[in-house]
């Protein structure tokens, strides 16, 4: 079983529309999440980060952990074209942010 | 943010031979830097951690090897891929914490590497 599962879509949606991702994991010991955006051949870019349980907002992104479930969702509100890429949940128990375990990506596709 | 710079962006080399990849950071030190690699359609999975004036340390199932390490400076860490074969394509990213503790940790562009 991997330590964080995450669908790799694709999913496709139209321009405006909310854009709801997440993942899964199965270490308890995790405490620090975060949300990268990785385009086409290139590295990842931070989005969001989360450290515990708990929701964060940024313009039109929303983070939440429930440490509980195992189980973090990001919310992308009024999706543009330019949101199309592969997003990754991270996690890491330390808060040394080199050690991170990535899910696979979920690709996200936004229609005009 | 911090830039880190990766170079080559792409490589394609002939099985057998050896490639270099560097990392650099470019408006701050790194003690520490992070080598990663992303299969198609996979996460991305750490394979080593560079330390600056000494050894790497790789993770578990990683060939030390084959994956040469080398953190000569606080501003730059290569990873060399030994007699490399195309099972080895992949693309492979570095990532080098702002500071210590709880920094955010910036990511290279990646490097694609084709082994044919």
């Known amino acids: 079983q991997k330590e964080v599962e995450q669908d790799p879509g694709p999913l496709s949606v139209p321009e405006g529309a909310i854009v709801s991702l997440n993942c899964t994991y199965s270490?308890?010991?995790?405490?620090?999440f975060m949300w990268y955006r990785q385009y086409s051949r290139k590295g990842p870019e931070l989005l969001m980060y989360t450290y515990s349980s708990g929701n964060k907002e940024d313009g039109r992104f929303t983070a939440q952990v429930d440490k509980s479930s195992k189980y973090i969702s990001l919310f992308i509100r009024d999706s543009q074209p330019s949101d199309s890429a592969t997003y990754l949940c991270a996690m890491s128990v330390t808060d040394s942010w080199g050690k991170l375990q990535f899910g696979a990506g979920t690709q996200v596709v936004v229609t005009p | 943010g911090a830039v880190v710079s990766q170079h080559p962006s792409w490589v394609i080399c002939k099985s057998g031979t050896s490639v270099k990849i560097e990392c650099r950071s470019l408006d701050f030190q790194a003690t520490t830097m992070f080598w990663y690699r992303q299969f198609p359609k996979q996460s991305l999975m750490l394979m080593a951690t560079?330390?600056?004036?000494?050894?790497?340390?790789?993770e578990q199932g990683v060939e030390k090897d084959k994956f040469l390490i080398n953190h000569a400076s606080l501003t730059l860490s290569t990873l060399t891929v030994t007699s490399a074969h195309p099972e080895d394509s992949s693309f492979y990213i570095c990532s080098a914490p702002l500071g210590t503790g709880n920094t955010e940790a910036f990511f290279g562009q990646g490097t694609r590497l084709t082994v044919v």
């Open positions: 560079s330390n600056e004036g000494s050894k790497a340390t790789y």
């Open positions: 270490n308890s010991a995790f405490q620090y």
